[in-house]
């Protein structure tokens, strides 16, 4: 009777032993392909750029590239705030085209992680063009774990990794990265006061050139008068003289 106790809970462990071995083991989620647009919007506070990147196209370009190949892209990814702080009307006075650029300046084609901003060489190449004819520089610098990015019309911080795997790095920055290319600022118009100033003539341009036929009289009461290609200095008085 002694026994009766242990031998029901040999069989009721081995009963629950034996459900759980039969149960099959639960299958992992199917990793769907990677997607800008969906890590964007999980993040939450980056419809602005979801936008850019949706009417550009640039986010489909980016999920294409990752799914098909083994390149590794970055991405710098303004928030909802950043673009608030633009000047009213700045986007909207972009063409399509500047839109498009402006989005694939945001865009690095290699993966970089936070360490390696400290190693890698400036300036850095975007999908936007050629950084070395000035047109879209990208340069970035490092101050501890700090991250600065600078385009040569803004500065921007990297506030925090929203995403990042052995092909994708994403990372938020406190602005709009700005290219040098289209939102350089223009020359300086001359000032009114300055382009009269150059349009004034000046005294030697107003006096008379030696030999011309509206040379006025000179204190001496003489005339040039031009003769066959000579010289001849007459007194005045004589001419007066002559005609009267």
């Known amino acids: 009777m002694d026994h009766f106790p242990f031998a029901m809970l040999l069989l009721v462990l081995l009963f629950y032993c034996t459900k759980t071995i039969a149960q099959p083991a639960q299958a992992p989620a199917p990793a769907g392909p990677t997607n800008i647009t969906k890590i964007l919007e999980k993040a939450g506070q980056f419809n602005m750029f979801i936008r850019l990147l949706s009417i550009t196209q640039v986010g489909d370009q980016i999920n294409t590239q990752l799914n098909n190949s083994n390149q590794g892209l970055t991405v710098f990814a303004p928030a909802d705030n950043a673009f608030s702080s633009l000047k009213s009307g700045t986007l909207n006075s972009l ?13 690095l084609p290699t993966f970089l992680s936070v360490s390696q901003f400290q190693t890698v060489s400036n300036p850095l190449r975007t999908q936007a063009g050629n950084n070395e004819n000035g047109q879209f520089p990208l340069n970035v610098t490092t101050s501890g774990n700090q991250v600065n990015v600078s385009t040569g019309v803004d500065d921007a911080t990297v506030a925090n990794t929203i995403y990042t795997d052995n092909q994708l790095a994403v990372y938020q920055v406190d602005k709009v990265l700005l290219p040098l290319s289209i939102f350089a600022s223009p020359a300086p118009v001359p000032a009114p006061a300055a382009l009269a100033k150059s349009k004034k003539k000046s005294p030697a341009a107003d006096a ?4 011309s036929d509206d040379a006025p009289a000179d204190a001496s009461g003489t005339i040039d008068l031009a003769m066959h290609g000579m010289l001849m200095v007459v007194p005045l008085g004589v001419i007066i003289t002559r005609w009267l």
Request: charged share 10%; net charge neutral.
């Open 208 to 211: 008379p050139v030696s030999g």
């Open 95 to 107: 063409s399509d085209q500047q839109k498009v650029a402006l989005v694939q300046f945001h865009v």
